[in-house]
């Protein structure tokens, strides 16, 4: 659309709007009770390029032209303040049309507008283009827009919200019952199987009774124990290479947070704590049950040439792996994780375990019991302090765990349950808590969301008040300090306390040497600022995401091995290392579909048991 004013008149001439497709011309008279008129808003009248012009004037159409008698002229004429104004309305009708971006308006037809030699651009681009200078600018958005305000995963969270709203009633039954003294009781979580709960009570007991109770290992000299030249390295990848996957099964419905063997030297029993608080019992080389026929296919646990795994895997199709007899018990208040699972050191019917609900259970197998030993609520009433670990002292007499609060409690199980304190030893959470052997109890390591791992006197520690000053706490308890790059997810000496191993966040598995001439210098002159660092390093990638419990690598516990511990890989194997960081053996089995987490060791075995469970609730044993 273009505009001009010519003999009084405006002029506007439509492009391609009339019925053959040729310039169509309307003509209006620029009388100012026409044109300008005050209560009449020009933009809805010029500002529209595709209105159709008899929609403007009813008397008007494509070749109508307003014109005036020859007396109304020369009245028009005569008129010099009229003449004025109309000179006034049309400067302002052309100020009005350049500011909408409209052609000049040219006082003849004579006049050409000079042709620009770039391109032409269509007049409502233009107009989106070039805004008036006083218009409103338009409100500017982050470009990483919210998930909430965009709508996305809305469908996701309102069946996450509709689930916890069914859930929240038991939840609120199973908070004010947590603390209960209660019974063990078999629950039948698999629909398939005919025995009923009474059935499977019996087993579990049967099972756990008949177990032999540990003996107290006698003091063996160093250099007599784990022995860590290159025969002992070769012997241990040989026996490694021979071990195979015995037995798999799925144990419990829910992922699974901890793991331990009883002591038994004869069974090959787990315990394994889930997500949500119960605990499931594996005997997993009970021959009873066997796997499916599509099940029976063995590959090698490490890598060799391709005609000694032809030869293998030969010999593998004639193996069968089994899936041993599992029992599930719901042993502390549902939605709370089982972190922390272990055999009481001199009694084999007693297994303790810790949860997120702040509380340390002893099940009796014997009484068929539960019983809370630690209320970490009634220590902590102001914060949730939940349980991450737990550890044995002074032969299975003592307690003491961490929680993600930051504190560390202790309990002397010869003492009531209300004896029991607690010391806030960090700001954050503490993941993981390990006692030194041979130390007397006083030396204990533990590891935290605070990036750093730590050495403490528990002797310092159990001599201060227990509402002291953290400050205070970490001038007179903390013989040391490691800080790693990222948040440590755990540390744990092994069972001769010569050697500590870390895992962090930052994909780092670190090695410490220790020796009792150091550890007593620690105990006898602690020094914050003395350099502790790492004799050997391994890289590993610790990222397990929302979906995968918390890596944490463990030591072998059994004395009759050279010393090596065990961590999951990401991907869906089982890694063996030396003290040094260096790689051993990678378990790995087309059975093994998720990635081994939790991994677990027998203590007393004469040969190597290595365990490992996954997010999916399968426990897989190699012997």
Same mark, same amino acid.
């Given at each position: /659309?273009?505009?001009?004013?010519?003999?009084?008149?405006?002029?506007?001439?439509?492009?391609?709007?009339?019925?053959?497709?040729?310039?169509?011309?309307?003509?209006?008279?620029?009388?100012?009770?026409?044109?300008?008129?005050?209560?009449?808003?020009?933009?809805?009248?010029?500002?529209?390029?595709?209105?159709?012009?008899?929609?403007?004037?009813?008397?008007?159409?494509?070749?109508?032209?307003?014109?005036?008698?020859? =007396?109304?002229?020369?009245?028009?004429?005569?008129?010099?303040?009229?003449?004025?104004?109309?000179?006034?309305?049309?400067?302002?009708?052309?100020?009005?049309?350049?500011?909408?971006?409209?052609?000049?308006?040219?006082?003849?037809?004579?006049?050409?507008?000079?042709?620009?030699?770039?391109?032409?651009?269509?007049?409502?681009?233009?107009?989106?283009?070039?805004?008036?200078?006083?218009?409103?600018?338009?409100?500017?958005?982050?470009?990483?827009?919210?998930?909430?305000?965009?709508?996305?995963?809305?469908?996701?969270?309102?069946?996450?919200?509709?689930?916890?709203?069914?859930?929240?009633?038991?939840?609120?039954?199973?908070?004010?019952?947590?603390?209960?003294?209660?019974?063990?009781?078999?629950?039948?979580?698999?629909? @398939?199987?005919?025995?009923?709960?009474?059935?499977?009570?019996?087993?579990?007991?049967?099972?756990?009774?008949?177990?032999?109770?540990?003996?107290?290992?006698?003091?063996?000299?160093?250099?007599?124990?784990?022995?860590?030249?290159?025969?002992?390295?070769?012997?241990?990848?040989?026996?490694?290479?021979? /071990?195979?996957?015995?037995?798999?099964?799925?144990?419990?419905?829910?992922?699974?947070?901890?793991?331990?063997?009883?002591?038994?030297?004869?069974?090959?029993?787990?315990?394994?704590?889930?997500?949500?608080?119960?605990?499931?019992?594996?005997?997993?080389?009970?021959?009873?049950?066997?796997?499916?026929?599509?099940?029976?296919?063995?590959?090698?646990?490490?890598?060799?040439?391709?005609?000694?795994?032809?030869?293998?895997?030969?010999?593998?199709?004639?193996?069968?792996?089994?899936?041993?007899?599992?029992?599930?018990?719901?042993?502390?208040?549902?939605?709370?994780?089982?972190?922390?699972?272990?055999?009481?050191?001199?009694?084999?019917?007693?297994?303790?375990?810790? =949860?997120?609900?702040?509380?340390?259970?002893?099940?009796?197998?014997?009484?068929?019991?539960?019983?809370?030993?630690?209320?970490?609520?009634?220590?902590?009433?102001?914060?949730?302090?939940?349980? =991450?670990?737990?550890?044995?002292?002074?032969?299975?007499?003592?307690?003491?765990?961490?929680?993600?609060?930051?504190?560390?409690?202790?309990?002397?199980?010869?003492?009531?349950?209300?004896?029991?304190?607690?010391?806030?030893?960090? @700001?954050?959470?503490?993941?993981?808590?390990?006692?030194?052997?041979?130390?007397?109890?006083?030396?204990?390591?533990?590891?935290?969301?605070?990036?750093?791992?730590?050495?403490?006197?528990?002797?310092?520690?159990?001599?201060?008040?227990?509402?002291?000053?953290?400050?205070?706490?970490?001038?007179?308890?903390?013989?040391?300090?490691?800080?790693?790059?990222?948040?440590?997810?755990?540390?744990?000496?092994?069972?001769?306390?010569?050697?500590?191993?870390?895992?962090?966040?930052?994909?780092?598995?670190?090695?410490?040497?220790?020796?009792?001439?150091?550890?007593?210098?620690?105990?006898?002159?602690?020094?914050?600022?003395?350099?502790?660092?790492?004799?050997?390093?391994?890289?590993?990638?610790?990222?397990?995401?929302?979906?995968?419990?918390?890596?944490?690598?463990?030591?072998?516990?059994?004395?009759?091995?050279?010393?090596?511990?065990?961590?999951?890989? /990401?991907?869906? @194997?089982?890694?063996?290392?030396?003290?040094?960081?260096?790689?051993?053996?990678?378990?790995?089995?087309?059975?093994?579909?998720?990635?081994?987490?939790?991994?677990?060791?027998?203590?007393?075995?004469?040969?190597?048991?290595?365990?490992?469970?996954?997010?999916?609730?399968?426990?897989?044993?190699?012997?």
């Amino acid at each position: /659309m273009r505009a001009r004013v010519e003999d009084d008149q405006l002029v506007l001439c439509l492009i391609g709007t009339g019925r053959v497709g040729k310039e169509s011309i309307h003509r209006f008279d620029t009388h100012p009770s026409i044109l300008h008129r005050s209560s009449i808003d020009p933009p809805s009248i010029l500002h529209r390029s595709s209105i159709d012009p008899p929609s403007i004037h009813p008397s008007i159409n494509k070749s109508s032209k307003i014109q005036f008698s020859a =007396s109304s002229r020369r009245k028009m004429a005569a008129m010099s303040d009229y003449e004025r104004r109309r000179l006034e309305n049309i400067k302002k009708n052309q100020s009005l049309l350049s500011s909408l971006a409209i052609e000049s308006i040219a006082p003849s037809r004579k006049n050409k507008r000079p042709v620009s030699s770039a391109p032409v651009t269509p007049a409502s681009k233009r107009r989106r283009q070039s805004a008036p200078e006083t218009a409103v600018p338009p409100k500017r958005h982050a470009t990483r827009a919210s998930v909430r305000l965009s709508g996305i995963g809305l469908v996701e969270l309102k069946a996450e919200n509709e689930v916890a709203n069914q859930q929240e009633p038991e939840i609120k039954i199973n908070q004010a019952q947590r603390h209960l003294d209660r019974k063990l009781i078999v629950e039948n979580w698999r629909a @398939k199987d005919p025995l009923n709960s009474s059935e499977l009570t019996t087993g579990l007991i049967k099972c756990v009774s008949s177990c032999i109770s540990p003996q107290s290992s006698k003091t063996i000299k160093q250099e007599e124990l784990n022995l860590e030249n290159d025969k002992e390295v070769d012997q241990l990848r040989l026996d490694l290479a021979n /071990m195979r996957l015995r037995s798999l099964n799925r144990v419990c419905p829910n992922r699974i947070y901890s793991m331990a063997f009883h002591p038994d030297p004869q069974k090959s029993l787990l315990f394994i704590g889930e997500k949500l608080g119960g605990v499931a019992i594996w005997d997993a080389l009970n021959s009873n049950i066997k796997t499916e026929d599509d099940d029976k296919h063995f590959s090698s646990s490490v890598t060799k040439q391709p005609a000694e795994e032809k030869n293998e895997a030969e010999e593998d199709d004639e193996l069968e792996y089994l899936e041993g007899q599992s029992y599930f018990i719901q042993a502390h208040a549902r939605f709370s994780a089982v972190s922390a699972i272990q055999p009481h050191p001199n009694h084999s019917h007693l297994i303790y375990t810790s =949860s997120y609900d702040c509380s340390i259970r002893e099940l009796n197998f014997e009484t068929q019991q539960s019983t809370e030993v630690i209320d970490v609520d009634s220590l902590c009433p102001s914060v949730e302090a939940l349980i =991450s670990a737990f550890e044995f002292a002074n032969e299975g007499r003592e307690i003491w765990c961490s929680d993600i609060a930051g504190g560390l409690s202790h309990r002397d199980l010869r003492q009531p349950k209300s004896t029991s304190r607690r010391w806030a030893i960090a @700001k954050k959470k503490i993941g993981c808590v390990s006692l030194g052997p041979n130390s007397n109890g006083r030396l204990a390591v533990t590891a935290g969301l605070n990036r750093e791992m730590r050495l403490w006197d528990l002797a310092a520690l159990s001599g201060l008040p227990t509402d002291s000053d953290l400050s205070l706490v970490e001038s007179r308890a903390c013989l040391l300090n490691y800080p790693h790059r990222l948040a440590c997810s755990s540390a744990y000496f092994n069972h001769t306390g010569d050697k500590i191993l870390s895992t962090s966040y930052d994909d780092t598995l670190r090695v410490w040497e220790l020796d009792s001439i150091t550890k007593d210098g620690w105990l006898s002159s602690p020094s914050i600022n003395t350099e502790f660092k790492p004799k050997y390093q391994a890289r590993h990638d610790n990222q397990t995401g929302r979906w995968v419990s918390v890596m944490k690598a463990r030591w072998c516990p059994n004395p009759r091995l050279p010393s090596h511990f065990t961590v999951g890989n /990401m991907t869906q @194997k089982l890694d063996i290392y030396t003290p040094k960081g260096e790689l051993l053996t990678q378990f790995k089995h087309h059975a093994l579909t998720a990635v081994p987490a939790v991994t677990a060791q027998h203590p007393n075995s004469t040969t190597n048991q290595i365990a490992g469970g996954t997010a999916g609730g399968k426990v897989y044993l190699w012997t």
